[in-house]
């Protein structure tokens, strides 16, 4: 079965350093988000691309929060600084233009800022 | 924003009882889906539902959507441990670019 996959998997770095986070999604699938999930709580959506624009990132940290997916395949999302508060699980996910289908994501990538 | 709430924040059962869950939703919605999340890992889809379905069924998943309210529940059946996890219900509200908006969660443990 096709999966969306994320790298890396764990990540720890020191507040002020810069971070980056990648994903590939789903051959085929034109629609990708990257949320943000805080311990205890439900994913919230950063920025959503359809191919290779961005189309919401109205909740994306846009002072330090930077993505992009040039090619309209896989993604890369970068924190540039880090701060304390940006300690969360990075989720990708894809998903089909035009199908009424759930979204596939990826295992994600564990952030811890120190 | 989170557009869900979930209810109740925390589930505790034992194996073989029935598990709901129940989500509300503040804005009109194109369909709503339910997905688990085992402890530290990605989010895995178990049922979508549109706006205009009442209920709907998979395997011992059984939601229902009453757009006059707001709400959804989902009932797990016969639960085992292997259904201890997390679940979300997520919203994709109409119009604009199929975005899904998750609620908080609810915290299922099924104890054997």
């Known amino acids: 079965e096709a999966e969306v996959a994320q790298s890396p998997r764990y990540k720890i770095t020191e507040k002020s350093q810069a971070v980056a986070f990648w994903c590939d999604p789903i051959s085929g699938h034109a629609t990708l988000y990257w949320y943000r999930q805080i311990l205890g709580q439900g994913p919230e959506l950063l920025v959503q691309?359809?191919?290779?624009?961005?189309?919401?990132d109205s909740q994306l940290p846009k002072d330090r929060f930077s993505a992009e997916r040039l090619k309209g395949v896989d993604s890369t999302l970068k924190i540039q600084p880090a701060e304390l508060g940006d300690s969360a699980m990075y989720l990708c996910?894809?998903?089909?233009?035009?199908?009424?289908?759930?979204?596939?994501f990826g295992s994600g990538t564990r952030l811890t800022v120190v | 924003s989170q557009q869900g709430e979930e209810d109740p924040q925390a589930l505790s059962i034992q194996e073989g009882e029935n598990a709901t869950m129940n989500c509300s939703y503040k804005t009109s919605i194109n369909n709503l889906q339910w997905y688990r999340q085992n402890s530290g890992r990605g989010l895995v889809h178990l049922i979508l539902i549109r706006s205009n379905e009442r209920e709907k069924h998979s395997g011992r998943l059984r939601v229902t959507l009453d757009t006059s309210k707001k709400s959804s529940s989902l009932l797990i059946t016969a639960s085992r441990a292997a259904d201890t996890a997390s679940y979300f219900c997520?919203?994709?509200?109409?119009?604009?670019?199929?975005?899904?908006?998750f609620g908080a969660g609810t915290r299922l443990a099924v104890h054997p």
């Open positions: 691309f359809q191919d290779e624009s961005v189309v919401d």
């Open positions: 996910a894809s998903s089909p233009l035009g199908q009424l289908v759930g979204y596939t």
């Open positions: 997520a919203t994709v509200i109409s119009g604009g670019y199929n975005k899904l908006i």
